[in-house]
């Protein structure tokens, strides 16, 4: 029984932790949108939110000087 109470603690405390990472700034996610647009669009064409910052970021050496600017104030979603 201990065993089964320890393990669901140390779940719970996996879960708020994964929790608690810091959201990216509603503004900032807005700012990077319109910053990035045309570059989404020309490097990225289909791919939308996540998928088309990551291609942004694959693509870094050929984005305009606003769009990195941009999307450095945005954190890159775990696991990309």
Known sequence: MK????????????????QAQTPANSADVQNAR????SDAMKL??????NEA???LRG???KITADCKSALAKVPAPAGS
């Open 34 to 37: 319109k910053a990035c647009r």
């Open 59 to 61: 693509n870094s050496d």
């Open 53 to 55: 910052a990551a291609c």
């Open 44 to 49: 990225c064409p289909g791919k939308r939110g």
């Open 3 to 18: 065993l089964a109470s320890l393990l669901v603690l140390v779940s719970a405390l996996l879960v708020a932790g994964v």
